[in-house]
């Protein structure tokens, strides 16, 4: 059984303000906030977490299961997931909504304001793993969604012993304490960014220890410094991939997370599905839009060894390498191993 990815799908509205959103901020009136920023370019892209996970993971030879809800209006989006070789067949359309979409305006210094309507997402909550067949799954993703059904799928996983991996992201302002404690809360993993996790820690009254010590491994990413692997007594630091051009920055923490769940499924250490993910996340950064990057095996391991050196053990991404399902039912854990190079 393949890894199944609940969260977000939706069109992305993407546009770019040729400035700086700080410059136009006063401290002073913060409390009567009314800004508007007139921006020169806007395109619209096939997006949401879910699938931007998935892409990625398929181009590295995973066969991931999307699990959500869309519009009357996702017709041309089903097609082109099916022609890059995605599963749809739980991709439930809701005929009277329309698609989710994202509207984020972006910056000269990458920094982002963004709104998101959640039109056919609202009704994720009514789907549950055991509703579709899914209880065989060796992992499932519980990336941003409607927030009740992200509380039911952690909750489900828990109940059916399935191990989950917890992504909040965007939800986490939206997200109580208490949601966030129920739902962290024996997850295998959760992975969010440096201001996510410091949002959490605000909200559940937990420290870095005592968040550390109710997941298995917690995955913080911090944009141009790279990301922490937090398993144990381990930190272990992943330098970037550094991008030859930014485009846009919109879909990069999905693209890592992608990378990072297709190299724990092919049975890799820690320290190289983060190098994977940060590879990914570099290959959006260099293109506008959240799944718009493509690559062969081939070209990824050339350019991950071009980054951190030598890693024989990227050709267990190849499909036919693969172990059977993950490590561990229940899970154990994944390898701690230490790879044959490390980052240069």
Excluded at 44 to 54: D, L, M
Aim: charged content about 20%; glycine content about 10%.
């Amino acid at each position: 059984m393949a890894i199944v990815i609940t969260g977000s799908i939706a069109y992305d509205y993407l546009m770019r303000f040729p400035g700086r959103f700080t410059d136009h901020f006063l401290p002073e009136k913060l409390h009567s906030l009314s800004v508007s920023f007139l921006v020169d370019s806007m395109v619209r892209h096939r997006g949401g977490v879910a699938p931007n996970i998935a892409y990625s993971m398929k181009l590295l030879g995973g066969d991931p299961v999307i699990l959500g809800t869309v519009g009357q209006d996702f017709g041309d989006y089903r097609r082109w997931l099916e022609e890059n070789g995605l599963r749809t067949e739980h991709i439930v359309e809701i005929p009277e909504e329309f698609t989710a979409s994202f509207f984020v305006s972006t910056d000269q210094d990458q920094n982002q304001i963004a709104s998101f309507y959640t039109g056919a997402m609202a009704h994720a909550r009514h789907l549950s793993l055991a509703d579709r067949g899914l209880t065989d799954a060796d992992l499932v993703v519980i990336s941003p969604n409607d927030p009740q059904a992200m509380l039911n799928y952690a909750e489900e996983a828990r109940a059916l012993a399935i191990p989950y991996a917890y992504d909040p992201s965007q939800q986490t302002a939206r997200l109580s304490g208490e949601a966030l404690r129920r739902s962290i809360q024996g997850a295998t993993y959760l992975m969010v960014n440096e201001y996510e996790l410091a949002l959490i820690q605000e909200k559940t009254g937990w420290d870095l220890d005592r968040l550390r010590s109710q997941v298995a491994v917690l995955v913080v990413t911090e944009g141009e410094r790279g990301s922490v692997i937090f398993h144990g007594s381990q930190a272990l630091r992943v330098p970037p991939a550094p991008p030859e051009r930014i485009a846009e920055p919109t879909g990069a923490g999905d693209a890592y997370r992608g990378g990072f769940l297709a190299a724990h499924s092919a049975g890799l250490p820690l320290e190289v599905c983060g190098r994977v993910g940060s590879l990914c996340g570099t290959y959006v950064l260099e293109h506008v839009g959240t799944n718009n990057h493509r690559f062969t095996l081939e070209e990824f391991i050339q350019r991950y060894q071009a980054v951190y050196g030598p890693e024989p053990e990227l050709r267990r991404l190849e499909p036919a390498a693969r172990p059977e399902g993950l490590p561990g039912r229940p899970f154990r854990g994944p390898s701690l191993s230490p790879s044959t190079h490390h980052p240069r």
